[in-house]
């Protein structure tokens, strides 16, 4: 059985990172999309929010399960018994970063074999950060949400009132 994870902030989740779970759940026999809480970046969306969105985004996606957790990526792995871990890879920015963190968890743990994947063209240009920036300049990227998250980032930006006047 092979069980893969595809770890990640997805702060929000976008059609970028659909691409990456529908050609991962093809791959593998098993998929664990697992929302990780120890980054330094300061998230839009609570974890839980973000656990709701990918699991409602997923559904109808039998072999594909959501789950979190604050430690090591290998000590999780280890726990569900996931020997492969997934990375996409949209520019060279993004190899030399990956290609120190892949390094890192084979150190950490000799039988994690990270695999990568290429980002679809037409999602390369897209990250969560980007995204949330142009929303906040009130740009329109509902085309790259899956689902009810455009309708909730604007929600959160206008809760925290981050969203810029259209005109300065
Ligand atoms: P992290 O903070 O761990 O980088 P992200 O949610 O930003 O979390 O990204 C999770 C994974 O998804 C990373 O491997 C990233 O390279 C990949 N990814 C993000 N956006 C895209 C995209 N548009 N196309 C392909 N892969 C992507």
């Known amino acids: 059985m092979k069980i893969a994870i595809f770890p990640g902030t997805f702060d929000p989740l976008t059609l970028g990172h659909i691409d990456l779970i529908k050609r991962g759940r093809a791959l593998f026999d098993q998929l664990a999309v697992a929302v990780m809480t120890n980054t330094s970046k300061t998230p839009l969306f609570t974890i839980q929010e973000r656990v709701e969105q990918i699991r409602e985004a997923t559904a109808g996606m039998d072999n594909v399960s959501v789950i979190t957790t604050s430690g090591l990526t290998v000590k999780l792995m280890n726990k569900i018994g996931a020997d492969y871990l997934m990375r996409g890879l949209r520019n060279t920015t993004d190899f030399q970063y990956e290609r120190d963190i892949a390094t890192m968890n084979k150190f950490l743990d000799h039988d994690v074999e990270t695999v990568f994947f ?49 005109d300065d």
């Open 118 to 166: 290429l980002a679809d063209p037409q999602y390369q240009h897209l990250s969560s950060s980007l995204l949330k920036e142009v929303a906040i300049s009130g740009g329109d990227i509902s085309a790259y949400l899956p689902g009810k998250i455009n309708e909730a980032l604007e929600q959160r930006l206008k809760e925290r009132q981050l969203k810029r006047a259209t």
